[in-house]
């Protein structure tokens, strides 16, 4: 257990609707990561917040957005969804450069 | 652009021997990270083992170890003494210079048998 925890696990929705993920980092830990994993893609880091502010983004869709509360806990939006959103989303956690602490994903299916 | 490159797709070994993975990367940083994950068939991502750029030694964690060899920018993953539940997908990452995101290699799949 890496003692981050992401809810939901599984999330089966449609095309068109939207959808909230949610993490909660290891405690102690500022630094939350999201990242995706598809079939064709592989795994992509997304965006990245640092104690409540956006620190780096990557290749994340103008249809998804995150952020992080003062709590530490991160919330990725994801709107108007499309088949190829289907992939397992993960997020990550950090205090130092040298680790990320992945939680259990949560599987996204798009019908 | 950094990229990683691991050319196994699938590897196998028997248990108890030992099985080196693959794992090539391409920056112009001088400082940066080299990451291994393992990624069993439940999905979940398993921080394994973890090499700076700056570090002489090689980084080991128990039955896990990276060796470095910057000059050939590669960051092959040992696992010594395998084990049935070795069994997964393991991906090599690396944080470029200046950043924390992980840039991930496509993987390759490990089967030990017994």
């Known amino acids: 257990d890496s003692g981050v925890t992401q809810t939901p696990k599984h999330l089966i929705t449609a095309t068109g609707q939207r959808v909230t993920l949610r993490c909660s980092p290891r405690?102690?830990?500022?630094?939350v990561y999201w990242y995706q994993q598809s079939l064709d893609q592989g795994l992509q880091f997304l965006i990245q917040?640092?104690?409540?502010?956006?620190?780096a983004k990557g290749n994340i869709l103008e249809r998804f957005s995150a952020q992080q509360f003062p709590d530490l806990h991160s919330e990725l939006n994801l709107s108007s969804l499309e088949l190829g959103d289907s992939a397992l989303y993960f997020c990550?956690?950090?205090?130092?450069?040298?680790?990320?602490?992945f939680g259990p994903g949560t599987r996204l299916t798009v019908l | 652009a950094q990229k990683i490159t691991q050319t196994q797709p699938g590897m196998f070994v028997q248990e108890k021997e030992a099985v080196t993975l693959d794992c090539t990367y391409d920056?112009?940083?001088?400082?940066?990270?080299l990451f291994w994950y393992k990624q069993p068939s439940s999905g979940e991502m398993i921080f394994l083992i973890y090499?700076?750029?700056?570090?002489?030694q090689n980084a080991t964690e128990g039955r896990y170890s990276l060796n470095f060899q910057k000059a050939r920018k590669s960051a092959n993953l040992v696992i010594s003494a395998s084990q049935l539940g070795d069994s997964a997908m393991y991906f090599c990452?690396?944080?470029?210079?200046?950043?924390?995101?992980?840039?991930f290699g496509k993987g390759t799949k490990l089967t030990v048998n017994p």
């Open positions: 920056t112009s940083d001088q400082s940066y990270g």
């Open positions: 917040y640092y104690n409540g502010e956006e620190r």
């Open positions: 990550a956690s950090s205090v130092a450069l040298n680790e990320q602490f």
């Open positions: 405690s102690g830990d500022l630094s």
């Open positions: 090499q700076g750029s700056y570090d002489e």
């Open positions: 990452a690396m944080s470029p210079g200046g950043s924390e995101k992980l840039v």
